[in-house]
């Protein structure tokens, strides 16, 4: 393990200019902090690039010291630490991970249940959604041009660990959206003007889930390629829910008509 000292070391540089997109998306990986997330990123086939610790994260975690073995680990002192992370109270670890790539083919499975997110823009949202997707069994994530980065800071903290675990295809066409209804899915959408609920929805199947931006919903380009459109039911006083919320509350339905 080689320690480094200065905030003029490459490594120390490369970390740092991941906290924006233009970097992320030109090296093809992204930040993780914490022991949770590294501890995720290590149970999933997320492949770590370099890891940075603190001397003391170092001395209380034998067991991730390791399980790290075998990536680029790095050994630098708090400041250097706060450098490299988004958050204000770093939690002893960094580390850097590759973006994996997927391939649409390898979510035109049958009966699979995935979500298309449209033009989403907040990071929490974005973070919040992905952890709902992994926990009720959602086996892909779709995303439209113009949705958050999911792999920014903050949205990835927001996942939990689901980052690593839930197959996310960013800049989503709509040729790619007809290929998969040629493929048998059907897609769905959640917009308060539909006249049919969630609840008369058959979610059972091949289907891709839309959930559109917080404040404008589904594109019309989106719309006219669902075959069904719906709404959750709300108190007629209450206009809509967050997005986050919105997506839970589909999925918790889907999950049930599944078991």
Known sequence: MKEITSRDNMAIKQAIRLKQKKYRQKEGRYLIEGHKMLREALIGPSVLEQVFLTRASLESDQLLAEAIYGADCYLVD????????????????????????????????????????????????????????????????????????????????????????????????????????????????????ADETLFDQDLTGARIIVVGNESRGIGPDILQLCDHQFKIPLNPRVDSLNAAMACAIIAVEALRQRS
């Open 78 to 193: 708090e400041r250097l630490l706060g450098l490299i992370c988004d958050t204000q109270t770093p939690q002893g670890v960094a580390a850097l991970v590759r973006i994996p790539e997927y391939d649409i083919s390898s979510l035109l499975k049958p009966n699979a249940m995935l979500l298309l997110l449209d033009q989403i823009q907040d990071p929490g949202n974005m973070g919040t959604i992905m952890r709902t997707a992994w926990g009720f069994s959602v086996e892909g994530v779709l995303l439209t041009p113009n949705c958050v980065d999911p792999f920014c800071p903050k949205a990835v903290r927001a996942t939990m660990g689901a980052i690593f675990h839930v197959p996310v295809k960013e800049d989503v066409s709509l040729e790619t959206l007809q290929e998969f209804k040629e493929n048998g899915f059907q897609i769905v959408g959640s917009t308060p003007a």
